[in-house]
């Protein structure tokens, strides 16, 4: 099923925001909470805007109030600089550590201020995708990076492809790239043609640094690599994005 939203109306929009949490929790946090897991994922949702101090300016009020304190995961609020014909400006990570963390996540979202946030969100953007994922494979801490590649594909063999592309970062990182995190996330939820089952993103600790690993990169570390992975991955795009705000 698309998780394409351009055809519905902002109210729509406002509704099928808090559906898709309170969906994902039914398919994913009950069960988790039932196992005592512990893993870790995220919601990605990408909108459109001409108005990116409004957005950051309703989450700054909800995350203020008394309701956005007790948000147990983290935000993101992610600038879309280079993404190719992908419509969005924007992308707002939120990211929670556990199913538990989901949970009282959703109970938060109940209040007032989680519903205002979403309708102020609705008036001064347009929606463009949205999903939900899991990390398999994480390195350094991406929390605290600025700047990160990210590379949307089709994954056959999922432990094949990251062991090949850990091997590569470390190996990058030996020959003196200034990677400061990485890692690979799977799909799990609202996915479509033009966002692959999994997505890889290389962090660096600002954009400069990011620029420097792009001039200096080892283009024989790198044809390794993709020799190991050409027949298990299909590359849908390759985008940079830059942290706007976190909370």
Known sequence: TSCSFNTITKGEYTLKLKL???LALSLFGIKGIADDHARPFSVFIGISTDNPAAIVGA???????DCGKSH???VSIMNEFFNGEN???????ISYPNQNAWAQGIANNRCLEWSQL???VSTTSEPVFQTLGMPV?????LTKDRAYTIVQMDVSDEAKYAS???GWIKAQIDAGQKITSYGIVRTVGGSQGDVGTHFAYIGTANGLDQLDNAATSDQKLMQKFRSKVSNIRTVKSVSINYVGKRY
């Open 164 to 166: 090949a592309f850990e």
């Open 118 to 120: 979403m309708r102020n």
């Open 137 to 141: 494979l994480a390195g350094g801490d």
């Open 59 to 65: 989450w700054d009020t909800f995350m203020e109030s």
């Open 87 to 93: 419509p969005a400006t924007h992308t707002v990570v």
């Open 72 to 74: 147990p995961g983290q």
């Open 20 to 22: 898709i949490m309170i």
